[in-house]
T-cell receptor, first 118, second 112 residues
């Protein structure tokens, strides 16, 4: 069972507000990710980090920003929320584990934050 | 480009087998995965397969990999109503940037 947490689970907010979605993991993983997912649809990578002080933009252009000051914490911030930001945001972390003769890269997901911007 | 494709819907009767298919693009991918997502939840890793394997079995789950056709499938034996969910295949893209590419997801509905 992965120990990766996201808060809040649900958020309804007005246009123009600044919001921060929290993600934390207690597994000591270096790599962390943020995905945006519309309900039942594919995941789009919006940010990732390979470790402390490392952040990169993903494939999907996003007006959000991230920071990685501590290994366990990877918050995502929207400076001015808009209705087009309404979606589910999934945080994940990954590690390399030994599986027989192989090293398996495995990603673990948080429960997600459902954001509705009015 | 990087693209992982799946059929959108599958409906089966309880007790039957389900087969969910996926095609991927990066022939150099070392790792391929199947994830399950239940309503309102994050993704849960179900199983994985290494690129040097043709098949992997894990209890009711069987993963088949055809590298030549870049085709991955997940078979669920004795499908139960609790298996109703969205299933995503994913490949780990290691050319250049290290990142996961997810499929579009297949919504499996199990009829009692």
């Amino acid at each position: 069972e992965a120990d990766i947490y996201q808060t809040p689970r649900y958020l309804v907010i007005g246009t123009g507000k600044k919001i921060t979605l929290e993600c934390s993991q207690t597994m000591g993983h270096d790599k962390m990710y943020w995905y945006q997912q519309d309900p039942g649809m594919e995941l789009h990578l919006i940010h990732y980090s390979y470790g402390v002080n490392s952040t990169e933009k993903g494939d999907l252009s996003s007006e959000s920003t991230v920071s990685r000051i501590r290994t366990e914490h990877f918050p995502l911030t929207l400076e001015s929320a808009r209705p087009s930001h309404t979606s589910q945001y999934l945080c994940a972390s990954s590690e390399l584990v030994l599986a027989g003769d192989w090293a398996l890269e495995t990603q673990y997901f948080g429960p997600g934050t459902r954001l509705l911007v009015l | 480009g990087e693209d992982v494709e799946q059929s959108l819907f599958l409906s089966v009767r309880e007790g039957d087998s389900s087969v969910i298919n996926c095609t991927y693009t990066d022939s150099s991918s070392t790792y391929l995965y199947w994830y399950k997502q239940e309503p309102g939840a994050g993704l849960q890793l179900l199983t994985y397969i290494f690129s040097n394997m043709d098949m992997k079995q894990d209890q009711r789950l069987t993963v088949l990999l055809n590298k030549k056709d870049k085709h991955l499938s997940l078979r669920i034996a004795d499908t139960q109503t609790g298996d109703s969910a969205i299933y995503f295949c994913a490949e780990l893209f290691t050319s250049g940037t290290y990142k996961y590419i997810f499929g579009t997801g297949t919504r499996l509905k199990v009829l009692a």
